[in-house]
């Protein structure tokens, strides 16, 4: 367990150093020379998956506090994914709105640094070092157009909220250290195990300030009140990246915490969290219906997509922690190409994120539109996409491990949730075009990115098993 | 093999959707018909293996591969083709095709875009359609289910410029979401409950325990909510209100998915199911008085509307209500006989009515109709068959299967039951010959719409070929579909009802010894086909004397009695009902409750309340930061403090 190799921490490497690689070139970039900023972080990903995939099965520990097993590799796949199609995305659009190449590619490349050390931290100091580093990074991209108001107000807003969680958190980490003289997660769950009959208050209220610090994150109800302005607020594929990257890599280290070194401590949590993942099922889902804004209707959407998570988490069975993982990918692949679609129909002058905006979208881009179909029926849930299967395992999940409440509330909330979706369908292809709102061209990376999601997103519900076994092994490496 | 028969009309959707632009009509018109013929040439060839193999033994399966694994639950996709699957894809793939050949000529007039999107949605519905009655799980039928729902809305909703076919696709979809809801409630339940969602092993395993007479258990609980899925989908009640609203969809449309195919997926589920419902008498009996029920209510609405769509799809809602108390009785292969007959003579009637309305250029209200048969006599030839069929009237299809419904319920001793359903057999042989004598008979009636009438009279031309073969087609089955299955009684042999029965029992369980039947048993059955004959011709008369030869008599009885009269016009005021309960409530709860109300004003409201308690004690705090993310940072304190909370004070 005392391996100091650096193994374990190659993933992170490789996207920091092209992170710093992006930087360093930004800044000996000669005035009006384009770079293939972009490029160069999709070399680094590239390097960082195949060094994710040679790890497999290795349990990789470094420095005691940073470890590669199959669970974090997982994600840290999903991660690189995720990463990997926002980079495409973005070379449209940051060529399109004029944004700042460099700072750019850099600081999704940091953010993605941050969350594959989210997934793979085993130290809960670590855990928040990842935060911070992600989160920052996260705040300066949300505002990253600078003459935009509305964009300078979610940055701040989410930038307060977070400050305002991250002392929870540390907080949580204080308590737990103060416990168990550790921060490393194998001796506190040492601890925690043997502590488990004590009925110690300050093991609850450490517990506490945790699952308020990652919930907020993933932003459930109530701690989610942010996360509609700054999706509304950040430019579109940023906000395709936040929704999808920071969930996860959030939610990886909420499970790996929760499900093993609060494992003994089930019986407090699992009806908070119970609660929580209702609630944000509910409020996710009832308010996105009221909703006339695309950005701000799949921001609700988001909200609830991570009450179905927080489902899989209180079913933490066999089915349920495996479903947690394929939920996650099927969920990050579908929404980032959802945000992607928006962000490629914007120009610089309009968004074009308004429900109105999509009216005969058919009619204008029959491929986009086709392809947006595709995501939304995937976030709906309907069959046969990868929606439709994340949402069978997570709702069978709790079914068998007898949440038979969370199982009502949740096919009820997805089936309410389809209406809004194919309110935008319906949109696209039953309204006719009011105006010649002439879309932009789409770069062939984008469109490339776009249809290997929407590819992905329907080999997902079709051919789910090997996906699915998959998953189930990586999480059989720690729980 | 089995998988192509779905795979034809998939590749038709994708073709058509990916280039039906650049297409002529011809060409994807062409395509469509060309993959529903080549699906049926495959269903034919499949049924003909499967007609080969020893009853009992009838099966053909084959497993695409596995769906979903993990643990010990596996799902394949299985499509398995057993008597009751041979029924349903002959029906679906027969008169499908025959209806897509109809659409060539009834949608001729849309541009070519909008041509090939009408058959991608038509292909894309029979994939789904076969789907649904191919699977040999309920996952995969729920896929079919689920498909063939949002095909059903896209099309209904085909006219998007009319607001209200917008808005009915609109009122389709959410109706429908409440049934699959339930749906898949009992699926979940169902896979739990028995680790398998096979329907095959459902069977087998639930064979094995004791019907749950007299207490309501397990199986009563996920068949009841796996019926109210079904109700959505066959639209009886409580859900039954979109079905009507639908007919704003193009009359093929209508034709295929809200009369023959889609809207019978539910009785041909508990048809797939009947093992698994008859171990659930209490769901069963429900299922009988709601299909009752929803057959007499629909019946009478039927009697007062002027659309001449309308009419049709209150009688649609009331023949399905007569399959559901079939599959109540038990009577599984009545009521499947039943949605076999009925698909033939309800997608004559629809296309009837589609000619109709083509040659009077829209027209759909049969106040203004009246002497068409001359001029349009295929029309009016093939639409008296179908009638006649529906209304029972001796020999035609819908006598046979109308009888066995009727003498099934008799013979379990549902008298009660019995009365509904005859009376309901009586009103619609008088709603449609009320519909055939004022389309057809009389005088036209045309001039007192506010087209002159001499342009259309002169415009007025029967159906165009592709039209006019579908109806000839369509109009021999309805006379000749129902002599498979001709009853004991009649000196027939029943073929159909034999046919069937192996799908209704456990797989390997042997038959249940026939009781044999008696010559009282045909005594009664022969004195109850000749009650239901009176029914069908006193109702044929009656609607005969009412509103061809005292039309006065008609405008009469409805002034005598003008509430009945405005609560049937108005059908029973359920949507106006369901608006207020339900509808209004939900909108203004999403609207103003949840978003504005909790989380913006009362998170708000509570947290300026916290928040100026903290701010009065240090004045200069106050205004420091936006309204909003000190209510923010409120809502998360708040959360806090409960978490918290609970810990320390529980």
Redesign the interface.
Known sequence: MFSSGIDAVVPMLCVTLAALAVMGAEAFRARGEQLPLGGLGVVGLVGAAISAVLLWNRNAVSFGVVVADNFGLFVTLVLLLVALLTIMFSSTVVRRDGLPAGEYYALVLFATAGMIMMATANDLLVVFIALEILSIAVYVLTGIRRDDSRAIEAAFKYFLLGAFSSAFFLYGIAFTYGLAGSTRLDRVGTYMAAQSMSGNPLILVALGLLLVGFAFKISAVPFHMWTPDAYEGAPAVVTGFMSTGVKAAAFAAFARVFLSVFEPFSGEWAPLVWLLAAATMILGTVVGVAQSNLKRMLAYSSIAHGGYLLVGLVAANQVGKAAILFYLLAYAVTNLAAFGVIALLGTREAANDELRDYAGLWHTRPALAALMTVCLLSLGGLPPTAGFIGKWYIFSAAVSAGYYGLAVIGVLTSVVSVFFYLRVVVMMYMTDRPAAIAPPPVSAVAMAALVASIAAIIALGILPTPVLDFAAQSIATIF | MLALIPLFPLLGFLVN?ALG?RLRKTASGGLACAVMVASFVVAMLSVGELAGMAEGARVIEQTV???????D?VLDLTFRLDPLAAVMILVVTGIGALIHIYSTAYMHEETDGEYARYFSYLNLFAAFMLVLVLGGNF?VL??GW??VG?CS??LI?FW??KTSA?DA??KA??VN??G??AF??GM??L??RFGTLDFQRLASVVAALPPEAGAFGAISVATLLLFIGATGKSAQIPLYTWLPDAMEGPTPVSALIHAATMVTAGVYMIGRNAVLFSHAPGTLLIVAIVGAVTALMAGTIGLVQNDIKRVLAYSTVSQLGLMFLAMGMGAFGAGIFHLYTHAFFKALLFLGSGAVIHALHGEQDIRRMGGLKRLLPVTYWTFLIGSLAIAGVPFLSGFFSKDEILYETFAAGHWILWTVAAVTSLLTATYMFRLVCLTFHGERREASSPAPSHAAASHLHDAPPAMALALVVLAVGSALAGYAGVPHALGGTNPLGAWLAPSFRAPGANPVAELAEGSGAAGLELTLMAVSSAIAIGGIALAATVWLRRRQLADAVAARVPGLYRLLLNKYYVDELYDAAVVTPIRV???EG??RG??VAV?DGAVNGTASLVAAGSGALRRI??G??R???G??F???VV??G???WR
């Open positions: 959707a632009r591969y596995t769906w979903i694994a993990s643990g639950v996952l729920f896929v689920e498909g949002l809305y896209l909703g998007f410029t917008a696709g609109k979809f959410v979401r409440i699959d809801y898949v409630l979940l339940f896979l739990v709860g999403s609207a949840l978003w909790v989380d998170i930061q936006t909003s993310v209510a923010y940072a809502s998360m708040i959360g806090v978490i918290l609970y810990y320390l």
